[in-house]
């Protein structure tokens, strides 16, 4: 009776919202596996406690990077700009799960590098992502 009405949002903002929901979602969850790895090796290795800021930055970096990815990827355009909403959105829940779990919300100067480098590593991982898209595209 009404296969041919389409969808009120197909392709629209709900897919993108999707989408940006889905990079920063296994961006988060890669990093809290990174993380709980790291403190693994922590406690029973003997890894300096000294490496801890470096491996926090580089797995927030990475993280970035794949949640500017993973939107792109999905839609095939718009790789800079979704990529950058996806790095900062990333970086903002990494931002509310900090303060959360510590004394009050964190303002310091690291959490603003952290959110210029999570912007500009997601809009790179979002130009990659439309790129392989459509290397994909042409290789049919």
Do not use: Q
């Amino acid at each position: 009776m009404y296969e041919n009405v389409k969808s009120v949002d197909s392709g629209g903002m709900m897919s993108v919202a999707t989408g940006f929901l889905k990079g920063a979602g296994i961006s988060v969850v890669f990093t809290l596996i990174v993380f709980l790895v790291a403190a693994l090796l922590l406690s029973y290795t003997p890894l300096a406690e000294e490496s801890i800021p470096y491996i926090a930055f580089i797995t927030e970096g990475i993280g970035a990077a794949i949640s500017g990815f993973v939107p792109a990827k999905k839609t095939g355009r718009n790789g800079a700009v979704s990529g950058a909403v996806c790095g900062f959105l990333y970086i903002l829940i990494i931002w509310i799960c900090a303060s959360v779990t510590s004394d009050g919300v964190m303002l310091s100067p690291h959490i603003f590098i952290m959110a210029a480098i999570s912007v500009v590593l997601g809009c790179m991982g979002g130009i990659l992502g439309v790129n392989l898209k459509s290397n994909n595209k042409k290789k049919r």
